[in-house]
Antibody
Framework: QVQLQESGPGLVKPSQTLSLTCTVS??????????WTWIRQPAGKGLEWIGH???????NFNPSFKSRASISSDTSKNQFSLKLTSVTATDTAVYHC?????????????????WGQGNLVTVSS | QTVVTQEPSFSVSPGGTVTLTCGLT?????????PSWYQQTAGQAPRTLIY???SRSPGVPDRFSGSIVGKKAALTIRGAQADDECEYFC??????????FGGGTRLTVL
């Protein structure tokens, strides 16, 4: 069973950098055809795709976050991380990590099959 | 910029049937967007219901089904139960590693 667990501070000051880590168990982040993804949900609003690191190491971002976000991985710990710079109150949200599946060349399927519980991050002084 | 649209809220009677939809502000949703559907209860991780338009995730009861209706992806819930009352959101794969999320539909069972 694949499990994902977010970790990181619950409170970040405005203008600082938000840092979160997702620890994966039950699968290797370097194997298969998977998008290791960050998604967030501000209170009372919908989910928002931030970006992902693919199992090959390629990275993609929502254009809305491209200038502020970075994603990296530590394969020795089977973790991937998100950094979001210059945060403001509008970055207050529950941040989820998730595994996006691409299926196979013969049977493509693009969806999120495993999710972390989420980590509430509040941006406030 | 194309936005994924969902009804903000919907209500259904216990035992009834409801169809939630997922559209685009520009264009039609097709199977090529691999529409998927998720159920989310407050404070919990989202639960995957449907992927690739109409495939049910393991363990999801067959009263949940997915389809394309007209220009939109659709999630139909039959025999609605009290614990179906939560948020439902759709996700589309836009290609080239880009994903788009709908704003979610709050379903009330009453």
């Amino acid at each position: 069973q694949v499990q994902l667990q977010e970790s990181g501070p619950g409170l970040v000051k405005p203008s600082q950098t938000l840092s979160l880590t997702c620890t994966v168990s039950g699968d290797s982040i370097t194997s298969g055809s998977y998008f290791w993804t960050w998604i967030r949900q501000p209170a009372g609003k919908g989910l928002e795709w931030i970006g992902h690191i693919y199992s090959t190491g390629s990275i993609n971002f929502n254009p809305s976050f491209k200038s502020r976000a970075s994603i990296s991985s530590d394969t020795s710990k089977n973790q991937f991380s998100l950094k979001l710079t210059s945060v403001t109150a509008t970055d207050t949200a529950v941040y989820h990590c998730a595994r996006g599946s691409a299926g196979s060349y013969d049977s493509p399927k693009y969806y999120f099959d495993y999710w972390g519980q989420g980590n509430l991050v509040t941006v406030s002084s | 910029q194309t936005v994924v649209t969902q009804e903000p809220s919907f209500s259904v009677s216990p035992g009834g049937t409801v169809t939630l939809t997922c559209g685009l502000t520009s264009g039609s949703v097709s199977t090529g967007y691999f529409p998927s559907w998720y159920q989310q209860t407050a404070g919990q991780a989202p639960r995957t219901l449907i992927y690739s338009t109409n495939s049910r995730s393991p363990g999801v009861p067959d009263r949940f089904s997915g389809s394309i209706v007209g220009k939109k992806a659709a999630l139909t819930i039959r025999g609605a139960q009290a614990d179906d009352e939560c948020e439902y959101f759709c996700v589309l794969y836009m290609g080239s590693g880009i994903w788009a999320f709908g704003g979610g539909t709050r379903l009330t069972v009453l």
